[in-house]
Nanobody, 118 residues
């Protein structure tokens, strides 16, 4: 089993920043790579950012390019999402997810709420 736990969400004003963390535990060797998704209020879950398989490059949704940065520690047990210049439309529950097999996100965290509002 793999467990993923997000933290770092909260309320922030437009233009502000937050850093989300995701800690993986359990059978972490079962994870090929990881990514971030979000579910805005009343909408479907959507892709935010991820590492490509083997982590050779990063992928971002067009809506967050240039504002969000995905990173991780060397042991692959913790992943981060640095979110800068936040906008009200970034308001959502953010989830981290783990791939197994590559391209298929099998493992999910419980989510952390991010609210961008003045």
């Amino acid at each position: 089993q793999v467990q993923l736990e997000e933290s770092g969400g909260g309320l922030v004003q437009p233009g502000g920043s937050l850093r989300l963390s995701c800690v993986a535990s359990g059978r972490t060797d079962d994870i090929y790579d990881m990514g971030w998704f979000r579910r805005p209020p009343g909408k479907e879950r959507e892709f935010v950012a991820a590492f490509s398989w083997q982590g050779t490059r990063q992928n971002y949704a067009d809506s967050v390019k240039g504002r969000f940065t995905i990173s991780r520690d060397g042991a692959k047990n913790t992943m981060y999402l640095q979110m800068d210049n936040l906008k009200p439309e970034d308001t959502a529950v953010y989830y981290c997810a783990g791939e197994n097999p590559p391209g298929a996100y099998t493992y999910w965290g419980q989510g952390t709420q991010v609210t961008v509002s003045s």
